[in-house]
């Protein structure tokens, strides 16, 4: 009997979840993170690095409400396969980090966000992406957990009302990164077909040959194999 048990194998991939962060490794993530574009280099973000297991239960109370709300609005098939995803890593992760943006700091003096004041929080969300990259390159992978009611995250983790908790992050080593998104695997969506979201000069105007045309060459290129039996 080569194989580990059920239970020894829960154990290990309890055990590589849980592995901790080093802060090392840690700093990386943020500083990756901090070094993303934002908007008249507003720089809005901050991070709470949360570690704390009281802390993380606290969150995780949160989640499983609204998991359970969210839950009740499915029915059937559908409703079986949400109960049956694993949509956190709350407690599981040696750490959870809240990117947050502080939309009304004067920060870069406004430029950029006099007509579009949203773009501090599409800063803040180029820095999760950072954060996200640098993490798959160290092995580690990533959870967005937004299955929560902001008022509560914002409570347990005090944050000031003039502070957005953006993304509530689960960050742990995992032992594979899978080759398609999980919800693609299990059925609940389907990736969409490029050329039906491109348009040409005006919205409105898609041409699907033509944007087939403009995307021929991912047939063959093998820097993007993710794109090529499409
Ligand atoms: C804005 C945003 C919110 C998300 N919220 C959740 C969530 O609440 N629960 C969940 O399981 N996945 C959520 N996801 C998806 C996952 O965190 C993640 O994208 C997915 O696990 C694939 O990660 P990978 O590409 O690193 O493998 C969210 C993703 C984004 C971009």
């Given at each position: 009997?080569?194989?580990?048990?059920?239970?020894?194998?829960?154990?290990?991939?309890?055990?590589?979840?849980?592995?901790?962060?080093?802060?090392?490794?840690?700093?990386?993530?943020?500083?990756?993170?901090?070094?993303?574009?934002?908007?008249?280099?507003m720089q809005p973000w901050e991070f709470v690095i949360v570690r704390?297991?009281?802390?993380?239960?606290?969150?995780?109370?949160?989640?499983?409400?609204?998991?359970?709300a969210a839950a009740d609005g499915y029915d059937g098939s559908r409703r079986e396969l949400y109960d049956s995803?694993?949509?956190?890593?709350?407690?599981?992760?040696?750490?959870?980090?809240?990117?947050?943006?502080?939309?009304?700091?004067?920060r870069g003096f406004g430029l950029g966000r006099q007509t579009m004041p949203e773009t501090a929080v599409y800063s803040t969300v180029c820095a999760v992406q950072n954060l996200w990259l640098a993490a798959r390159a160290e092995g580690i992978g990533v959870g967005w957990v937004s299955i929560l009611e902001p008022s509560v995250l914002r409570a347990v983790l005090q944050i000031p009302e003039d502070v957005l908790p953006?993304?509530?992050?689960?960050l742990g080593y995992v032992t594979e990164?899978?080759?398609?998104?999980?919800?693609?695997t299990r059925g609940w969506e389907k990736r969409l077909s490029l050329p039906?979201?491109?348009?040409?000069?005006?919205?409105?105007?898609?041409?699907?040959?033509?944007?087939?045309?403009?995307l021929h060459s991912l047939k063959d290129d093998p820097m993007l194999e993710f794109e090529r039996d499409r």
């Open positions: 009997m080569n194989r580990f048990n059920d239970q020894e194998r829960r154990g290990l991939y309890h055990a590589i979840e849980s592995r901790p962060i080093e802060d090392d490794v840690l700093a990386r993530l943020i500083a990756a993170a901090h070094h993303a574009p934002s908007v008249g280099f704390d297991g009281g802390v993380r239960r606290a969150i995780y109370d949160n989640f499983n409400i609204a998991n359970r995803l694993k949509l956190e890593a709350i407690v599981d992760t040696p750490i959870n980090l809240c990117v947050t943006c502080n939309p009304a700091s004067t953006v993304a509530y992050l689960c990164f899978r080759p398609e998104p999980e919800l693609e039906e979201l491109i348009h040409f000069d005006r919205y409105g105007t898609r041409d699907e040959p033509r944007a087939r045309e403009l």
